[in-house]
């Protein structure tokens, strides 16, 4: 079976480990349905985030979820569902206040989660998405 009707979405600067794409645009006929991979904040080359605060890495991921996002014709706006994992919910007041800046017109279904770690060292939260765009 083809799979023309799925493009794989990857920004140029975008360094991926392991056998992923940061997203996946799916033709569904009148509109398109966005897939973004879970995102952590950017990484040094030690695979250890940029920075220890919790506030500066939620603002970088989203920062990544829009330029993904903006690389498959999308916005922010356009997200219908976010799953966010942090590894200390003492942060959620923290993180839940900077979601609501970024998701105050979408307003997506959204889960969240405590995990006990994630795959870059000094990582506190990772969120992914699924947005859909009319064509």
Do not use: C
């Not at 307003?107 to 939260?125: C, D, H, I, Q, Y």
């Amino acid at each position: 079976m083809s799979k023309d009707f799925i493009k794989d979405i990857v920004p140029g600067d975008y360094k991926t480990r392991g056998s992923y794409s940061p997203a996946k645009k799916i033709d569904m006929g009148g509109y398109y349905l966005i897939f973004v991979s879970g995102v952590q904040a950017p990484k040094d080359d030690n695979h250890r985030v940029v920075t220890d605060d919790v506030e500066q890495q939620t603002k970088l991921v989203f920062a990544d979820i829009i330029k993904i996002l903006g690389q498959a014709d999308a916005i922010i706006d356009d997200v219908v569902k976010a799953v966010i994992y942090i590894t200390d919910m003492n942060d959620f007041d923290k993180i839940s206040a900077i979601r609501g800046e970024y998701f105050k017109n979408a307003m997506p279904v959204s889960t969240l989660v405590e995990v006990n770690g994630m795959t870059r060292v000094g990582a506190k939260v990772e969120i992914e998405v699924i947005a859909i765009v009319k064509k």
